[in-house]
């Protein structure tokens, strides 16, 4: 198997078209093409679906895909490593974060991760759980922080690291009505705004109350904590947020604290890194121990949701 048309392969099904792929890679399409069918007779199997235009990956193709990536991943963290001073580690850190991660969760493990490695790139993106537990296992992904409910077991074939449990405040403006101490029925009576869906929280609450079969009600979906928090001082709906958080909100004297006896949402924090070794180990390590050592870690530190 040729590591160039794997190559080939995954400019098509990340560009979308042939012509894109072709000028990626600084080839004619005829060569490009050609790299496609050498690599479908080796593994015996149509990789891309030629009737749809542009070509689709076949459902081998996306299989193929998956580990394409993560050998073009090895071959280049191999290149690096052997070309740099022994010890120094070079190349590409990836790390992938939720949403709403604390700014002092991501700066001052960067901050030491930079210190001591140089001559490391860091390249941060931003997405949520399900899809950043696929892309750590998938390769795509170095290490990532996230949050699973509390009690839900992360996937398998990564190694974790349990960061602590968080809890958050459930707010509402005074305009909304909330009791001042709410049970969870009550809370089903009232629109919420919430991050979007994928966010470990509002998955945690949304399956609380179906396991309780009650109705629950997302009037409005948004991924900015700042607007969120202003949506529900306007009086859309509850909103959530961490106690790091609630102290710094501009609408502070505009929400109130909704006290729950009966419940408690809460998610636990997790890092995730793949399971096979790895040139970036120490940087991981280094990452996960300044989280773990963050003031409040293991209660709400991390988060302001």
């Known amino acids: 198997m040729n590591i160039r048309d794997l190559e080939a392969l995954v400019a098509v099904i990340e560009t979308g078209s042939v012509g894109s792929a072709a000028i990626r890679l600084n080839l004619t399409q005829p060569a490009l093409t050609r790299r496609i069918q050498l690599l479908e007779e080796t593994l015996g199997a149509a990789l891309l679906d030629r009737a749809s235009k542009p070509h689709k990956a076949t459902s081998d193709g996306l299989r193929v895909y998956d580990y394409a990536r993560q050998i073009l991943r090895g071959v280049r963290d191999l290149r690096v490593d052997l070309t740099g001073p022994p010890g120094d580690v070079q190349g590409e850190f990836t790390i992938g974060i939720m949403p709403h991660l604390a700014d002092e969760a991501v700066t001052t493990p960067i901050a030491k991760v930079r210190s001591e490695f140089p001559n490391l790139k860091i390249k941060l993106t931003s997405d949520w759980s399900p899809a950043l537990q696929s892309r750590v296992a998938s390769g795509d992904l170095d290490l990532a922080i ?105 609408w502070r004297d505009q929400i109130k604290v909704i006290e729950t006896p009966d419940f408690r949402p809460a998610v636990r924090v997790w890092a995730a890194s793949s399971e096979s070794p790895s040139r970036l180990a120490a940087p991981v390590r280094t990452f996960i121990e300044e989280m773990q050592a963050l003031p409040g870690q293991g209660q709400v530190g991390v988060l302001a949701a």
């Open 146 to 250: 996230y949050c699973l409910a509390d009690g839900e077991t992360p996937a398998q074939g990564i190694s974790t690291v349990d960061l602590g449990r968080s809890e958050v405040a459930l707010v509402a403006s005074p305009a909304l009505r909330v009791p001042q101490q709410a049970t969870i029925l009550e809370l089903s009576r009232f629109p919420w705004v919430l991050n979007n869906d994928g966010c470990g929280f509002r998955n945690y609450i949304g399956h609380t109350f179906e396991s309780a079969r009650l109705p629950f009600n997302v009037a409005i979906e948004v991924l900015s904590a700042d607007i969120k928090m202003s949506l529900v001082a306007a009086g859309h709906g509850i909103g959530i947020v961490a106690p790091a958080g609630l102290d710094q909100c501009r």
